[in-house]
C-alpha cells in the first residue's frame, strides 16, 4: 500500500482497453468515463485478499476473480434488489442494520463505493470489525469529489481525516488512508460526465463530436495529475486497516 498514491493518483496514460467494469458499459458512456474504471480496477488489483473475503455491497462482484486468484473463499454481500441486481450476491441484508453473519468469521472485509450510500457508517464499520477474526484487514474506497449518485441514498461525502476518525472510533489500528485520482482527473471526468448527459436527445452526432474531447482528456488528466499531484483535490479515497491481533493466515 505504501506506493499507492505514485500509482493510483495519477494511472500512467497507456494504450486505452477498456477497464473491467467499463466493459459493460454502452460504447458513447465507456467512451467518456473509462478513466474512472480503469482507476477502479487498478485499486482492486493493488489490494490483498487473505482467507476468506467478505465483500459488503458486492453488486455485480466484478472483482470476484480478482479476490479468488488471491483468497480463499469470496462471499459476496448486499441489498436484495439493489440496483445492481442480485444475481452476484450470496447473502442479501441490510448493510444499514447488524449483519445476518457470526462474528470473527472473515479474513479480509472489502467494501467498493458503498460507504457513501450508509446512512450510518460508523455503525457499519463496527460490523465490518465484528466480522473480522483478529489481524484481518478491511479495504474500503469512498468518493471525495463526486456527484450525487442513487440519490436519495447518497449521504456523505469522505475526506482522509474523517475516514482516520470513524476507522480509529470503530476500533482499527494500522490505518492507511491514499487518495486516488487529483485535481485534472476529477475536472475532467466532471466535464465528461456533464457533457455525456447533455447528449442525451441532442441526436448522435454531438456524441461523435464529444467522444475525441473526452477520450484526450482522460488521456491528459493523469499525466497533469503526475506533475502537480494534489491530495486535497482528490477524487476520492482508499482505506485500509487492521483488526487488532495476531492473524492465523499468513
Not at 457470526?102 to 457513501?116: H, L, P, Y
Not at 469512498?142 to 469522505?158: G, I, K, S, T
Not at 486516488?180 to 447533455?198: E, I
Request: aromatic share 8%; proline share 7%.
Amino acid at each position: 500500500m505504501s506506493t499507492l498514491a505514485s500509482n493510483l493518483a495519477a494511472p500512467r496514460a497507456t494504450a486505452i482497453r477498456p477497464p473491467r467494469m467499463a466493459r459493460r458499459l454502452p460504447g458513447v458512456r465507456r467512451a467518456a468515463t473509462y478513466l474512472i474504471h480503469r482507476i477502479a480496477d487498478r485499486i482492486a488489483a493493488s489490494l490483498d485478499y487473505r482467507g476468506r473475503v467478505i465483500d459488503l455491497g458486492c453488486g455485480i462482484a466484478p472483482y470476484k476473480s480478482m479476490i479468488l486468484a488471491q483468497a480463499d473463499e469470496y462471499v459476496g454481500v448486499d441489498w436484495r434488489h439493489s440496483p445492481h441486481g442480485d444475481a452476484q450476491v450470496d447473502i442479501c441484508a441490510d448493510l444499514t442494520r447488524p449483519l445476518p453473519l457470526a462474528e470473527a468469521q472473515a479474513d479480509t472485509v472489502v467494501s467498493f463505493q458503498v460507504m457513501e450510500h450508509l446512512p450510518e457508517p460508523a455503525r457499519f464499520l463496527r460490523e465490518c470489525h465484528r466480522l473480522l477474526r483478529p489481524g484481518g484487514r478491511v479495504h474500503l474506497t469512498v468518493p471525495f469529489m463526486w456527484h450525487v449518485h442513487e440519490a436519495p441514498h447518497d449521504y456523505f461525502r469522505y475526506t482522509r481525516h474523517g475516514l482516520e476518525h470513524l476507522l480509529t472510533k470503530a476500533g482499527f489500528t494500522d490505518i492507511r488512508i491514499e487518495a486516488y485520482g487529483g485535481f485534472w482527473t476529477t475536472w475532467v471526468l466532471k466535464f465528461n460526465y456533464h457533457t455525456l448527459r447533455r447528449t442525451r436527445g441532442a441526436g448522435i452526432v454531438l456524441a461523435v463530436a464529444l467522444v475525441p474531447v473526452w477520450l484526450l482528456g482522460q488521456w491528459l488528466a493523469p499525466m497533469l495529475d503526475r506533475l502537480e499531484p494534489r491530495a486535497d483535490e482528490a477524487t476520492g479515497y482508499i482505506a485500509s486497516a487492521t483488526k487488532p491481533g495476531p492473524h492465523a493466515i499468513s
